[in-house]
């Protein structure tokens, strides 16, 4: 497994924009998949978005053509832009990375609130 640190939550008003980075601390394995997850109060957790080893992206319908997802490769670093905030982003947002061989890790989760 892993170690994920997650960082750049924050709280923004609507059509704010933030950036998540998650760099993976410990990784004796190569990683194939990373992307986040958000699961806000009284919802279950969801898929936000991922990208492969190849550079393959998904996304959540919700968030299609407001945020990106990236990698750095060399820092093992995922990253994802959040453009046009709005108050149903509102959650804790977790990074998720998938080792070779299919171990997976999870960070502790970081806050996103949008409000006015």
């Known amino acids: 497994q892993v170690e994920l640190e997650e960082t750049g939550g924050g709280s923004v008003q609507p059509g704010g924009s933030l950036r998540l980075s998650c760099a993976a601390l410990?990784?004796?394995?190569?990683?194939?998949?990373m992307g986040w997850y958000r699961q806000a109060p009284g919802n279950q957790r969801e898929l936000v978005a991922t990208?492969?080893?190849?550079?393959?992206?998904t996304y959540i319908d919700s968030v299609k053509g407001r945020f990106t997802i990236s990698r750095d490769y060399t820092e093992d670093t995922v990253y994802l832009q959040m453009d046009n905030l709005q108050p149903e982003d509102t959650a804790v947002y977790y990074c998720?990375?998938?080792?070779?061989?299919?171990?997976?890790?999870w960070g502790r989760g970081i806050q996103v609130t949008v409000s006015s």
């Open positions: 998720h990375v998938e080792e070779m061989f299919g171990t997976v890790s």
């Open positions: 990208i492969t080893r190849r550079g393959v992206t």
């Open positions: 410990r990784s004796f394995f190569a990683i194939h998949d």
